[in-house]
Nanobody, 118 residues
Framework: QVQLVESGGGLVQPGGSLRLSCAAS????????MGWYRQAPGKERELVAI???????NYADSVKGRFTISRDNAKNTVYLQMNSLRPEDTAIYYC????????????WGQGTQVTVSS
């Protein structure tokens, strides 16, 4: 069963904005961490942003100041607001839920494509 569903991806010009959403089942959303990762063609999957239940956040240096991760606990949804987008941000973006750092237990969404191009 699909338990994490990303949406909001699409084509945007450089300098534009997109807001990604990840809707999770209640049990999956209850894990300690929710995060966004991305994978560009020919590249390894990389961390973009992480949010903990306590409210702490962590961002990759390449997106800090441009992207913001947030939660809506009532909707079991995590968001990624992406501003000042660059062509280098083009990738498939994945939502992830996991209980602790380094855990082999993790749940992933199917991914949503973000393309930044003029």
């Amino acid at each position: 069963q699909v338990q994490l569903v990303e949406s909001g991806g699409g084509l945007v010009q450089p300098g534009g904005s997109l807001r990604l959403s990840c809707a999770a089942s209640k049990s999956i959303f209850s894990l300690n961490y929710m995060g966004w990762y991305r994978q560009a063609p020919g590249k390894e999957r990389e961390l973009v942003a992480i949010s903990s239940k306590s409210g702490s956040t962590n961002y990759a240096d390449s997106v800090k100041g441009r992207f913001t991760i947030s939660r809506d606990n009532a909707k079991n949804t995590v968001y990624l607001q992406m501003n000042s987008l660059r062509p280098e941000d083009t990738a498939i973006y994945y939502c992830k839920s996991f209980p602790v750092w380094g855990s082999s237990l993790a749940y992933w969404g199917q991914g949503t494509q973000v393309t930044v191009s003029s």
